[in-house]
């Protein structure tokens, strides 16, 4: 449970003062972080392979954590070194300091002092950073990063704003980062991405008594977990049931220009196992949808001279046959009329691509929040930014900038990235916590939008109770960039086109 929970420095300050104030001594719980961290250390970078570690160590607590990891370290037999280079300690860190020297651990004040170790502990600052690193501590920083050696960061790598991501100043990259207690948002913002390294959580056991006293329940930022996301996939099917009880889902898309979206869009909506897919689509286009989804019912549509959907036939314009409608994939900026249409439907709608780009110009998007059913927008950054010019990324936060979206919009928006975000406009927020590069592709983004209308489709119909749409959202989003992890590591990262993505979708289940 604490595994999905992701909390500001402010949370995590207040989190631990419960603790504390609870009668937990500060020197026993930085024993039991640390502690943890050093073991980390030793399985990961086993004596029998490395000797020289190098320590660095910050005035705060995250420097007592690094001291206690030295102290370890240095008692199973590695050759430790020490660099503080700033000699005004807090308390419990000082006496750590003291302890690690009548030990006859080395201090320096140098990072050069360094260069001969083989693993770098960096523990200069942790949650409590948020001035800019400058001077001689960037220098250091600077100097640590242009070894390339592997660092292992307590907390955070050193220089990274706990919240927002942002490099304050420079930033120390790190190959591992221990995330110590509770997942903090940084490790969630594009921003940070390349100075984390690989991550992991280590538990030092705070109780979830304290952590409910300091945010409300459920938790507002929340990552989405494998054991969430298959929770809520809509399996095992009721015995007995009909394709229509499975779900019904109208796709929306294409042009002559953009018919590969189309497909794309269509494929993904085809493996979330939706019962009935029906597909609107420019007239034209109909021989083409047929033959690769023989399965889907495909509605040819008038175009327009240049090959958009002029109009919607009646079948396409009753919607209340469907579950859920997707639309926008490959529209072009002539099909307004059929955005207009859709926007009034009584069913819940998936708005992405040239979908999300009329709204913006039909300037609508405030009246979201009237509809009777859910809005749900895909924006990457520079849709996201045509939809809500006036919400600034302060800070490159990503995670605020969604929350304040869907506030203000009244619709779930999720904010495709490297990190993707997904936001309710009650201002929960989901994040999504791996995905690779492999999925910066053309297409990839179309996949996704059928993926979550079928998905979307499948919940609305069933008979479940647990209707909470942004968490059926999030695991779609999950699941897209499960399947391009997977096909990555199959077929390398330039492996993964987005044809191929909607194919390795169903294997992330098997
Ligand atoms: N999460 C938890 O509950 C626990 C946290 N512990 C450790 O405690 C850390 C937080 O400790 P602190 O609150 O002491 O904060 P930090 O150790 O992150 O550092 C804050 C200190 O550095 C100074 N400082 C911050 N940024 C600076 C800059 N750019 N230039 C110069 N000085 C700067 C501050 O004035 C303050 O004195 C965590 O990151 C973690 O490593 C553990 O010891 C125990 C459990
Ligand atoms: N660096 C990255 N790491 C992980 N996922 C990424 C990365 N870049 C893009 N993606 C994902 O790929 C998809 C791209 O979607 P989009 O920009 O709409 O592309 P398209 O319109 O071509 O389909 C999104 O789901 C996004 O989250
Ligand atoms: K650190």
């Not at 939809?387 to 904010?415: H, N, Y």
């Amino acid at each position: 449970m604490l595994e999905q929970i992701i909390v500001s420095a402010e949370q995590m300050r207040q989190i631990e003062e419960q603790i504390f104030s609870a009668g937990m001594p500060v020197a026993a719980l930085m024993e039991k972080a640390a502690g943890l961290c050093a073991s980390r250390v030793q399985s990961l970078y086993p004596l029998s392979e490395i000797k020289k570690v190098g320590i660095l160590v910050g005035p705060g607590h995250n420097g007592g954590d690094a001291l206690v990891v030295a102290r370890e370290l240095h008692l199973a037999g590695y050759q430790v070194k020490i660099c503080r280079p700033l000699s005004k300690l807090k308390d419990l860190t000082n006496t750590h300091a003291n302890y690690a020297a009548s030990l006859k651990i080395p201090f320096f004040e140098e990072i050069e002092t360094l260069e001969d170790c083989e693993l770098i502990i960096d523990g200069l600052f942790g949650f409590g950073n948020e001035r800019s690193l400058e001077g001689k501590l960037a220098a250091i920083v600077n100097q640590l990063n242009s070894w390339s050696k592997s660092v292992v960061s307590i907390d955070l790598p050193s220089g990274i704003h706990t919240d927002t991501g942002k490099v304050l100043g420079t930033a120390v990259v790190a190959s591992h980062t221990f995330c110590l207690g509770l997942w903090k948002r940084a490790f969630f913002q594009d921003q940070a991405l390349a100075y984390l390294g690989k991550v992991e959580r280590l538990d030092f056991g705070i109780p979830p008594h304290i952590v409910w006293q300091v945010i409300p329940q459920p938790a507002p930022v929340q990552q989405i977990t494998k054991t969430l996301a298959q929770k809520l996939l809509p399996i095992p099917r009721p015995q007995v049931t009909h394709k229509y009880k499975q779900g019904h889902l109208l796709l929306i898309c294409g042009s002559h220009r953009y018919a590969g979206g189309t497909l794309l869009t269509a494929l993904g909506a085809r493996s979330s196992g939706v019962g009935m897919l029906s597909i609107a689509v420019p007239e034209s286009l109909k021989p083409i949808l047929v033959s690769h989804l023989p399965d889907a019912l495909t509605i040819g549509c008038p175009e327009t001279e240049s090959g958009a959907i002029a109009s919607l036939p009646d079948l396409a314009q009753d919607f209340s046959n469907y579950d859920l409608i997707a639309c926008g994939p490959g529209l072009t900026s002539e099909a307004k009329p059929i955005v207009e249409a859709v926007l009034k439907a009584e069913c819940p709608i998936v708005l992405d691509a040239d979908g999300l780009n009329i709204l913006a110009q039909l300037g609508t998007l405030s009246s979201l929040g009237k509809r009777k059913a859910t809005t749900v927008l895909t924006p990457h950054l520079g849709e996201f930014k045509r939809l809500f010019p006036d919400i600034e990324l302060t800070d490159g936060d990503r995670i605020t900038a969604v929350q304040t979206a869907a506030q203000q919009s009244g619709a779930i928006v999720l904010l495709k990235g490297a990190r993707t975000a997904i936001a309710n406009p009650n201002g929960s927020v989901w994040l999504i916590p791996e995905s690779t590069p492999a999925l910066a592709r053309g297409g990839s983004g179309d996949v996704l939008t059928g993926l979550i209308g079928g998905l979307m489709a499948q919940i609305e119909a069933g008979e479940s109770e647990f209707k909470e749409e942004v968490s059926i959202v999030a695991t779609a989003a999950w699941w897209h960039a499960q399947a391009g992890i997977l096909a990555a590591k199959q077929r390398t990262e330039l492996g993964v086109d987005a044809h191929t993505l909607s194919q390795y979708l169903i294997s992330v289940w098997q």
